[in-house]
Every structure is written in C-alpha cells, then in structure tokens.
C-alpha cells in the first residue's frame, strides 16, 4: 500500500475489509480503472474487464497462479497482466519440508493426544507414535528423496533436506524435454549426493521414501499420482503435495491410507479446495496430514508477493517494465 | 530380541503387552534375575533391585535419560547401569526443527480449519494464518537461531537450519564452562555462518528469532525460561523446547503466548508431563504447538536405542564393555 501511495498518478480505490473482495463490490468501483489489483479469490473474467471499460491497461495479481484470470479475454483487450512467481519459493520449500516431518512423525495424531487431554491415558509402549525418519543415521545410512516435478520449488526443496542427510534424489519431470545431465551432476557434487537422476514415473513411485509432487496442475498432470502409482509406493513411503489438489486422486490417496499401501500423505492442496468438507475421504484418515493451502503464507513472503503485485500495477498503468509479466503472446 | 534370543547364556523372561511395564508383574518376575532391561516408564528403586537379589548384576534401560534409576542405591550393590545416549540425535534434531516450521506456520489453527470440515468457510485474506518465515529470502535476508544449550542435539539441529538460510548462530551454555573460540569459528566456517557466538541468557532472549531449548534438566535450568526471559524476547519470535519440561514456566509461557510477547511455541515436553490436561494454561492456547514428548520416536531411532539396550544388557550380564555404561563412580 505504501508504494501504491507513494505514486501520485494513481487514484486509489481499495475493498476495505480483511477478506476476499465482494463481486458486487468490484463490478460496482472497477468503471474507468486503469489498473486492477486481485488475489487468487477474484475471477478476472470479461464481464469484469468489460465493466472497467477501455482506460484499463493492467491487471496485476498476488499469486503466483493465474488460472482466475481470463489471458484470452485479457490479450483480446490489449491488457498486460502481472503476477507473483519466484518470491514464494522459500515459502512453499520449507512447507514441503515441514509436511515430510509431520507426516512421518506422526504430528497430527500426536497433537490430538495432547490437544485433547489425553496425555495423561497414552499408553506408552517403544515404538508407539513411530514412523519412518526423514533423516539418515549410522544404522539406516541411505534415504531417496523423489520429486515429480523438478523446478525452483522441487529444487529449494532438495536444498533444504540434504542437511537432513538424504543420500539421493530421483525426479520425474516433462518427458519430452531433454534430461540435464550437466545440470544434474552439478547438484549432485553441490550437494554431497550419490546420485541426482532423473527417472520414469513408476520407478520415482517404487524407489522414493519421500515422495514431493511439485508440478504445474492442468490436463497434463491430472491424477497423476493415482491408483498405479500409489501401489507402486513402498509401505513405508511419504506423499507431499505442495503443488495443485488437481495432480492428486484423493479416492485413490484415501484407499492407499486406509488399507497401507503408503506410512501417510501430507497435502497442502486438495482437488475442490476450499470444498473439502468433514465428508471428504481424506479428512478423517488418521495419516493424512491437510493444511489448507498456506504454502506461500508467511509475513515476509506475503509482504514480498504485494510488493510485487504493486511494481507491476504500477510500471503496466505508467507503461514501464512490469518485474512478472505473464506473456500473453499465444492468445493474441 | 532377535539379539536377545541368539544369546544362549540367557533366558529371558518378556513383559508380553505393548504398554509400560506394571510394577507388580515386574516384582513377580525380577527375583533370580542377571540383568534387567526396562524403559523410562520403569521405576527402579531399590524395591526392586532387592527382589531381584543378589544375582543381578546390570540394569539396561532404552532411554537417553536414567532418571528413573535409582543410581545410588544400583552403585552400592555394584550393579552396572546401561544407557542409549547419541543414538537420538538425528531424530530430535528433525523434530526440533519440525516444531519451529510448525510454530511458524501456525500449523496447529491451520490443521484445525482442514479436520474441522472449516476450510469451505475460513476467510482468505492476504495474511491470514502468516507467521514469520524460518527460511531467509532476498527482503528478509538475515536469520538468528538461538540455542539454550549447545551439545550434540542443538549442533545437529544447526546443522539442518544452515539450509534453510540462517545466517547468526547465538548460544548460552555453562557459565562456568570457558567459551570455545576455535570450535565456534570452525561452525561458522563449515556452515557459511555470519557468526557463531556464545551470549548471555538475556542477549539470546533479545537476539534470537528461534530459540532452541536444547539444555539438560534438573536443578541449574529449573524454570530458566522465565516471565523475565519471554518478556526479552521478541514479539516474533519463536521458542521451541524439545529438552525437558522443567527448563520452561508454563504458566510464564502461557501468559508470553496470550499477552502476544512472543510469536509462538512448540514444545515436545511439559513439566509434570504426562499429567497435561485440558485445564493445563498451555493445551488451549491456539499459538502453542504441544507434542507428547515423541521426541525420539521414529522406528530407525527406537530400533538402533532397542539394539543399544540389549547389547548393553548383554555385555553387563557376561562381563564385556558396555556400548554405554553411567558413570557410578561418584555414588560408590
């Protein structure tokens, strides 16, 4: 906001309340904008850019996603459109990361325990609330941590848990685009890793401990951890979906819980979030951790993400550089 | 057991549930008994150890504590003790920085929203559940971990921090132990660090963005983490204790966490635990992550502790080296 302030040719029109902006309340103040700031909530589609009328130049979203908004109604109006990739990086890494420990040590069952008073009745017993570790250790000295998916995120990820020892890193990524071998020895000897390799995705599913799904949604990547590749996974094996709830067969994910073919999941999405109610297959599952899509949802990153969205408004109503353009050069 | 069982000087005799050993089965069984292997639920006092007479010459226990053996009275009837210590580094290193993930990312409120069936209803707005990031970023570029004690689990725990970005490492230790220069430089070598320093208690309340309890109990640390220490830290800060609960005054704690003088808690033990109930001043409030003390749990590390147990029970009862035998001198 201070940015947006501080730029005196702008005349600032802004929803007052801490939620996501009323339809009606945006149909009503966008007439004559120049530019137009939205979070993932708003649908950006041409009755709304209809409605701003031909003084519109930019639409600027804080998201790194722009599946709300319409890029062919967009381009056919001559509008430029701005997001946010690259500064939730961090974020969503050390969420993955986060996910991969809670889920093997059993973290939701095991604050249930204390959250509900029921310490005092745990019995205890030496193997009671175990799973398996993330890290490596002298008597079980190899760990494989897989990625489907292998961009900034997947690789913050892997950044983040060679410290935690992991010995291997396998990834499943686009297969018609070339493998980077040279790319891949380079993190391997970063690393201190014994391997970086990339493989198909049946031996990704039968080789990983720790599985991360860190891939664009859309058609290509629909239910593509489903049934097949869910029983390929070992026992004792970990899904983390930080990515899209789209990638996902939650019926699949939940027969796989319930009857052990996996140890658990640990979703930051769910295909039909925020939809995912008490009667959703994967919400009682004992070993499935959800969160409901917090991935970028830390102070410093929100803060960078608005600071971002406010650059592009800014330079695409003064006509500058926008820091994140999307290129809409395929719908023009 | 399988170590167990191919000692052919042994019979054993085996406590059959999957729960903590009752005391009254134990006096049954223990008379005429060589060695004793038992877990921290077990208290050995001299009760015990009379009935087992005097053909017993060990007590293993399947723990990194022995405070549940009376170490006084086992040295005067010149019993050997046997412990596990090291083997559970790794695993209470991850969850030390799993509970500072978690408490950063209010991981208890956003957990709730999903199991509750509330995530159709919760407001999205641009900061809702936000808390401070534990990774740096290029607008958050600097990081402090602090430690209350720096032994083997909170170097460990560093070490998987450095990924994550932290540039200073602070630490409190025995006063009256002499500062090593040379060990903390060659720490800020091996990990890139800015600095590796060791401070007063009220500079690490001051400096640090996560603490890390990380100090052995007892008498010196009883309550060290204060009303005057929290009222130090910082409001977003974050303090983790995954040591024991006696370091820490909960209702101090509690008052920090409602009176918003800090971020957040995670805690994986509490004083007077396993009597944690829900009138406990720390079960309800939202900003404190509670975990029943799981802190080595994880099959790897209760397998290599289990392994530990019986070969020290094993070389006790033959008269070989222990793996980890307690130093009785000072109680003969």
Known sequence: MSLLEATPELDL???????????????????GSTGLVVMLTEKVDSEILDRAGPSLKVVSTMSVGYEHIDLRAAAQRGLRVGYTPDVLTDAVADLSVMLALMTSRNAGIAMAVAK??????????PFALCGPQLSTMASSPARKAGFLGFGRIAQATLARLVSFGITHCLYSSNPSSPTNHERDAELAKRYNLQSVTKVDIDELARESDFIFVLAPGG??????????????MRRTSILINASRGTLVDSDALARALREGWIWGAGLDVVEG???????????????CIILPHIGSATLETRRAMAVRAAQNVIAGVLGGNMPAEVDLSGYR
Chains 1, 2 share one sequence.
């Open 219 to 232: 058609h290509d990547t629909y239910h593509i951890i489903n049934e097949n590749f869910l029983k390929q």
């Open 273 to 287: 979030e925020p939809n995912v109610t008490l009667d959703h297959p994967l919400v009682k599952e004992p070993r």
């Open 116 to 125: 509900d008073g029921q310490w005092p009745n745990h019995p205890w017993s």
């Open 13 to 31: 029109v802004v929803w007052p309340d801490d939620r996501s902006c009323d339809r009606t309340w945006l149909l009503g103040n966008i007439p």
